[in-house]
């Protein structure tokens, strides 16, 4: 009797982020000043790897008073050192504004991962794009969105 391995085919994985297990926040710069630091609600994010795909989808739901928006992969590259590169698009007052994500991978297992990341926005181009506007009594130059999530 012979046995036979077949190969195994892992399973579509679809992990979210626990209550109280992610942050974010928003930064306002003028030149090298930051003006304006608010921690905006993650209301949901998700990660999802399909069993036909090469890379994942990432998405992130933020629900604030500083900032109403969805920021959604479009393209995941890995960079050398732990790190994925996201470009996607920020959905904001129905715009989608293109954006690119660095994430750092802190913490990978089979069911974990823990990611920290930046976005740079130009503010002004966010403001002309979509609507997007601080209030007027803050100079800004740009923007930096830094997530802080733990998909289980």
């Given at each position: 009797?012979?046995?036979?391995?077949?190969?195994?085919?892992?399973?579509?994985?679809?992990?979210t982020?626990?209550?109280?297990?992610?942050?974010?926040?928003?930064?306002?710069?003028?030149?090298?000043?930051?003006?304006?630091?608010?921690?905006?609600?993650?209301?949901?994010?998700?990660?999802e790897?399909?069993?036909?795909?090469?890379?994942?989808?990432?998405?992130?739901?933020?629900?604030?008073?500083?900032?109403?928006?969805?920021?959604?992969?479009?393209?995941?590259?890995?960079?050398?050192?732990?790190?994925?590169?996201?470009?996607?698009?920020l959905?904001?007052?129905?715009?989608?504004?293109?954006?690119?994500?660095?994430?750092?991978?802190?913490?990978?297992?089979?069911?974990?991962?823990?990611?920290?990341?930046?976005?740079?926005?130009?503010?002004?181009?966010?403001?002309?794009?979509?609507?997007?506007?601080?209030?007027?009594?803050?100079?800004?130059?740009?923007?930096?969105?830094?997530?802080?999530?733990?998909?289980?």
């Amino acid at each position: 009797m012979t046995t036979v391995t077949l190969p195994t085919v892992p399973p579509p994985r679809h992990l979210t982020v626990a209550p109280g297990r992610s942050l974010a926040e928003l930064t306002a710069w003028y030149g090298p000043l930051p003006v304006r630091r608010r921690r905006v609600p993650l209301a949901r994010a998700s990660m999802e790897m399909p069993q036909d795909a090469e890379q994942p989808s990432f998405r992130f739901e933020f629900d604030g008073r500083e900032l109403r928006a969805v920021l959604t992969s479009e393209q995941v590259d890995a960079v050398p050192g732990d790190r994925l590169q996201l470009t996607g698009d920020l959905h904001l007052n129905d715009v989608a504004f293109p954006v690119l994500l660095r994430l750092r991978v802190v913490e990978r297992a089979e069911d974990r991962l823990l990611v920290v990341g930046t976005a740079k926005l130009p503010y002004r181009l966010l403001r002309r794009a979509t609507g997007f506007r601080l209030p007027w009594r803050l100079p800004a130059t740009r923007l930096r969105l830094l997530v802080a999530v733990e998909f289980a």
